[in-house]
């Protein structure tokens, strides 16, 4: 994945309101209605979508989990996938 790197810049308005400029809407998958999260560390601000910092965050958290829950190849995972899918067939029949 390419890393895109500009500086664009974007007036406060009297009610602290930004407009987020194209280019950076685009860049981070912003559409309208999304929401942003703002990540403030000193004096800067990094400005990202949240549900994909939401999903970073998630991996982060279960960073090592799958090896511990003895899951060590995609297999095992589409294994356990397969078996639940089983199971919960025959609870709803």
């Known amino acids: 994945m390419a890393t895109l790197s500009f500086v664009n810049d974007a007036r406060v ?6 407009t987020i400029p ?16 703002f990540i403030v560390d000193g004096n ?7 549900a994909v910092y939401a999903l970073m965050q998630f991996q982060q958290q279960m960073r090592g ?5 003895g899951f060590v190849s995609e297999d ?7 078996a639940s899918r089983r199971k919960e067939n025959q609870i709803k029949s």
């Not at 800067?44 to 949240?50: A, D, L, T």
């Not at 989990?65 to 829950?69: D, G, L, N, R």
């Open 13 to 18: 308005m009297s009610k602290g309101q930004v």
């Open 22 to 37: 194209k280019n950076v809407r685009e860049a981070l998958g912003i559409e309208t209605g999304d929401r942003v999260t």
């Open 44 to 50: 800067n601000v990094r400005v990202v979508n949240s």
């Open 65 to 69: 989990k799958a090896s511990e829950a």
């Open 76 to 82: 095992d995972v589409a294994k356990w996938i397969t």
